[in-house]
């Protein structure tokens, strides 16, 4: 069992940055990993996964070039970095482990069985 925590949200304006984190409790080096987000009335959409070792990440279209994933498996933790934040990225930011041991990025929400509680982020314009 994986218990996730994330961290880092918050209020701020237009172009600002936010650096989320998510530790975990066990270890997460076998496991490719994801956030996601869900504004309000709308489904939980994929932002951001990267692989078990770090070397392979994904992007949805609307943060690539702004949002950076990263992760220190020394620390069983994984890093948001978001830059230049729109209004649009208001919403609760998820971290989720991957189920199996796949080892690359995912999309689908299907695919993550360890969910965190939610951290807010709030851009206003």
């Known amino acids: 069992q994986v218990q996730l925590v994330e961290s880092g949200g918050g209020l701020v304006q237009a172009g600002d940055s936010l650096r989320l984190s998510c530790a975990a409790s066990g270890r997460t080096d076998s496991r490719s990993m994801g956030w996601f987000r869900q504004a309000p009335g709308k489904e939980r959409e994929f932002v951001a996964a990267i692989s078990r070792g770090g070397g392979a990440t994904d992007y949805a279209d609307s943060v690539k070039g702004?949002?950076?994933?990263?992760?220190?498996?020394?620390?069983?933790?994984?890093?948001?970095q978001m830059n230049v934040l729109e209004p649009e990225d208001t919403a609760v930011y998820y971290c989720a482990v991957l189920l199996s041991s796949y080892p690359y990025p995912s999309r689908r929400l299907r695919d993550y069985a360890y969910w965190g509680q939610g951290t807010q982020v709030t851009v206003s314009s």
């Open 66 to 80: 702004r949002f950076t994933i990263s992760r220190d498996n020394s620390k069983n933790t994984v890093y948001l």
